[in-house]
């Protein structure tokens, strides 16, 4: 995971109580802003593949910050992420992305 809530840990803004799940009837789209906590339940065994694709939208060019933290421009890594069909290097936040 990326980020978690725990009850275990302090939560001075109360979100773990206010969690909420809202179950998503298939053929939706579901827009959010990248900043807003989101996350995705487990699908029990006996349920059907569930299968999403996430869009992300930023503006064009590349960030300098990217090419400081990678050493790969940031466009030209996003172009070779689709060219390919593999992941980009990092993540909008600039953490890099980890596959387990």
Known sequence: KKFGLSQDKPDPLDLVARKRCMPIPSGCL???????LHG???????????YGNYVGFFPAGS?????????VDELQDR???????AAPILWPSFDKIQFY
Do not use: A, F, N
């Open 30 to 36: 579901i827009i959010w802003h990248p900043r807003l």
């Open 40 to 50: 995705q339940m487990k699908t029990p065994i006996g349920d059907p593949v569930e």
């Open 63 to 71: 960030r300098s910050r990217y090419q400081d933290v990678c050493g």
């Open 79 to 85: 172009v070779r992420s689709y060219q390919k069909g």
